[in-house]
């Protein structure tokens, strides 16, 4: 069963920067598109990126477009989210997950209700000066 867990949160400045890992075990990761979700204090949870298997197509929600890059290295089981130029509007719980299929995770993202195989705990990610 795969099991993930989050990492590289923390405090930041607004227009900073931060890289949060995303990192697999107990499955083979590059079965699986990955894909990153937010939860802002009082918010519902939000789509960020997702990635496919094989790193051939990405997805960004809106907001994020431009500041955020996804990426991942199937050999080490890891999935990135380089975030930059940050805003205080970014502030959440950053949660990865994973599923079997591509086109699920991005529905995921644009927030239809989808049942997906696997979330991790999530790392926090504080924008403030």
């Known amino acids: 069963q795969l099991q993930l867990v989050e990492s590289g949160g923390g405090l930041v400045p607004p227009g900073g920067s931060l890289k949060l890992s995303c990192i697999a075990s107990?499955?083979?990761?590059?079965?699986?598109?990955v894909g990153w979700f937010r939860q802002a204090p009082g918010k519902e949870r939000e789509g960020v990126s997702c990635?496919?298997?094989?790193?051939?197509?990405?997805y960004y929600a809106d907001s994020v477009k431009g500041r955020f890059t996804i990426s991942r290295d199937n050999a080490r089981n890891r999935v990135y989210l380089q975030m930059s130029d940050l805003k205080p509007e970014d502030t959440g719980i950053y949660y990865c997950a994973a599923d079997r299929f591509f086109v699920s995770l991005k529905e995921a993202i644009r927030g239809k209700p989808v049942n997906l195989d696997a979330w991790g705990q999530g790392t926090l990610v504080n924008v403030s000066s």
């Open positions: 990635i496919s298997h094989s790193d051939e197509a990405t």
């Open positions: 107990g499955a083979v990761m590059n079965y699986h598109a």
